[in-house]
């Protein structure tokens, strides 16, 4: 093993099991019992939140409890501790109506959502690690990854611009790389991408001021904007977060989504099977948690190196079982059938299998506690970006030049601790569900035919509404996959398509609604066309930075109608929504032109102009707004009175 391989301990492991177990084990049976059924909907999840409540293990759950009640200037964003003249608040009641600068309630606020929209936004620099390794394949100083989808290389290089004459694939893929890492950073008024959506669209955000750029000069164009003494108009603010969600959404996060399918494949169609239950019981399990698929694609290769599992039978292990979370699992689920462990709100649950000798994680919502939830078992947190450390993890530098050999020994290192584990505390009392992933906007297209037009045709006629895209995470203030799963149903119900990602799509899952027999819920149009092409109502499209697929789907039918976006019987909706990136994903689709319903009320209330731009005032500018509503049914109604709305306006 080379030095670069070998994990460094981020301090000491933590020892703090036993203070939470006095803490919270004082908890009576009839108060677990009540605690349990309130906090999830995820039946697999139910006997482990027992668990861990028993044993006195803290949960995402039992923290969000003890930061009750919270600031209310917090929660309405009348809070600012922008600069060092603050803290400041805005408290009417006792005439603190400006903070110490002069910024008012609008301002503070706009700023506040400003900067969280901008810092979501830069969770598609992930997307700049796989274009580089593109890059690098074609330069030849990254040998372990190759090009998977050839006719997709050649076809994005095309819109790029790239000269494909010849098809020599390295040099493609380095010109495409260069193109694209300049997309990232480019002087450029306009990106490449963004001329996938209708002109129509397009001309909408040319006039509102909002043509998206790079990625990196949006973000750092809003950080600017919220430094103190800069911006003032608290309009002029929020638009510019809707400008740096679109280049999140139609660059960022679409240059990272194709060229995940180059590298790794596009997505089609296929089967696996979700939820705690796919932990087991006689092998060396690991899980795969964050977002990025460099590193995990790596492990499932490394997981079938002929050594390593010679040394998995030789430790008592019947081999190895590689379990998807969140997004990285989503990524896998798609391409690989890699089964998936669950979404956000399962990762400490995970571990209390008891059966998971090591969780290897990335970046983007790893809850900083999973050490101390590690600590009261074998599982070795294994963090690999230099970009997220962690304290008590052990950690490895992980780059596409030593991706192979650093997956290989971490493959090693979860293989040899499966001698620690305790059989007395392995707990797998649950069955996974089965799913079918993998719609791809490509695989979507494949299935009806080779052109969206089956699908145009099934939408005039009625038989289908309209479509929703569900996204988002788990937020300990909605009972966890409630709001994804409740939502869901009734949607189908009422014959509108759902097209999931992230969280929602796993949430999802687990309730059985990706199978293609949960068209029995679907109401009768929805069902039969979902018979006849033997594909769920609910469609997988995959993890938070494919939420650009779902941009890529409405461009096309928008392209095909050749209307604007906003002119489709399409919604967003975020029932459970928590992360700075669902602000800018929400944002996004609002840009777009999709009406987008929140479940979770933004930290926006201490300002009503600002209240009021976000969901009615938008609709001037992008033809589009946000409401919120945390009743999943409610915002079923919404969600269909506007799709309704949609299609007389369409004269459909
Ligand atoms: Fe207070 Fe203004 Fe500084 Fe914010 S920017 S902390 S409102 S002085
Ligand atoms: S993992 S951002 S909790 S969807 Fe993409 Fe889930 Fe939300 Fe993270």
Redesign the pocket.
């Known amino acids: 093993m080379s030095e670069e391989q070998k994990p460094v301990l981020i301090r000491e492991k933590m020892e703090v099991c036993e203070l939470d177990r006095v803490r919270l084990s004082l908890m009576n049976p009839q108060l677990i019992e009540q605690k349990k059924e309130e906090r999830t909907f995820d039946a697999a999840a139910k006997p482990y939140l027992e668990l861990t409540m028993k044993d006195g293990i803290e949960t995402v759950w039992d923290r969000f409890e003890m930061q009750q009640p919270p600031c209310k200037h917090c929660e309405t964003g009348l809070s600012c501790s922008r600069c060092a003249m603050g803290p400041c608040r805005i408290i009417p009641e006792r005439n603190r109506v400006r903070g110490v600068c002069g910024a008012d309630a609008d301002l503070i606020v706009a700023r506040n959502l400003l900067d969280m929209c901008a810092t979501g936004a830069a969770h598609s620099d992930h997307g700049r690690e796989i274009v580089l390794t593109l890059y690098g394949i074609g330069k030849g100083t990254v040998k372990d990854y190759v090009v998977s989808d050839r006719e997709k290389l050649i076809r994005i290089a095309g819109e790029f611009g790239v000269d494909t004459k010849g098809g020599n694939e390295k040099k493609i893929a380095a010109a495409l790389g260069s193109a694209m890492l300049e997309e990232y950073g480019s002087v450029k008024d306009s990106i490449q991408f963004a001329k996938r959506a209708p002109s129509s669209t397009q001309e909408i955000w040319a006039k509102a001021g909002i043509s998206p750029r790079g990625i990196d000069r949006e973000v750092v164009d809003s950080m600017h904007r919220v430094h103190m003494g800069v911006g003032a108009d608290y309009q002029n603010i929020l638009l510019q977060g809707l400008r740096t969600s679109l280049s999140d959404g139609w660059g960022g996060s679409m240059m990272a989504t194709e060229i995940s399918d180059v590298l790794f494949g596009t997505p089609v169609p296929n089967e696996s099977l979700v939820n705690l239950g796919v932990v087991k019981k006689d092998h060396v399990n690991i899980s795969l948690h964050g ?1 990025n698929p460099m590193l995990s694609e790596m492990v499932v290769k490394a997981a079938k190196d002929p050594g390593i599992l010679a040394l998995a039978k030789k430790v008592g292990a019947k081999g190895i079982n590689l379990v998807g979370l ?2 990285t699992g989503n990524e896998l689920l798609m391409r690989k059938g890699i089964p998936n462990a669950g ?2 709100f399962n990762q400490e649950l995970l571990i209390a299998t008891g059966a998971l000798e090591a969780m290897v994680v990335d970046y ?2 790893i809850f900083p506690s999973l050490p101390r939830t590690a600590s009261c078992y074998h599982t070795h947190i294994i963090s690999t970006s230099h970009k997220s450390k962690i304290p008590g993890s052990y950690y490895f530098g992980f780059e596409p030049e030593n991706a192979y050999a650093t997956a290989k020994a971490i493959v090693k290192m979860a293989v040899e601790n499966f001698q620690n584990r305790n059989p007395d505390r392995v707990f797998i009392p649950v069955e996974p569900v089965k799913v079918t992933t993998g719609f791809s906007v490509e695989a979507i297209r494949a299935a009806l035919g080779g052109t969206f037009k089956p699908l145009i045709d099934q939408i005039a006629s009625g038989s289908i509404r309209g479509a929703v895209g569900i ?4 937020n300990p203030k909605v009972k966890h996959d409630y709001g994804h799963v409740t939502l869901g149903k009734e949607l189908i119900r009422r014959d509108i398509l759902c097209v999931e990602t ?3 799509a796993i949430a999802s899952g687990k309730a059985g609604l990706l199978q293609p027999s949960a068209s029995a819920l679907a109401g009768p149009g929805l069902k039969s066309v979902c018979e006849s092409l033997g594909i769920p109502p609910v469609l997988h499209m995959g ?2 930075v494919d939420c650009s697929r779902i941009l890529h789907l409405a461009a096309e039918l928008g392209n095909a109608l050749n209307v604007g976006i906003h002119k489709l019987p399409l919604a967003g909706a975020a029932p459970e ?3 700075q ?2 602000v800018s994903i929400g944002s996004y689709f609002v840009a777009s032109g999709v009406f987008t319903v929140l479940g979770v009320m933004p930290k926006i209330a201490g300002s009503p102009p600002v209240v009021s731009l976000l969901t009615e005032g938008l609709k001037g500018a992008v033809n589009a707004s946000f409401a919120v509503e945390p009743d999943p049914l409610k915002a079923a109604d919404l969600i269909a009175d506007h799709i309704e709305r949609k299609r007389t306006e369409l004269g459909i």
Request: contains cysteine; glycine residues 10%.
């Open positions: 977002h969140c997004c979404n956000h983007q919502c996204v988002g995470c788990n992230g969280c929602a993890s938070c929504w928590y992360s990136k669902a």
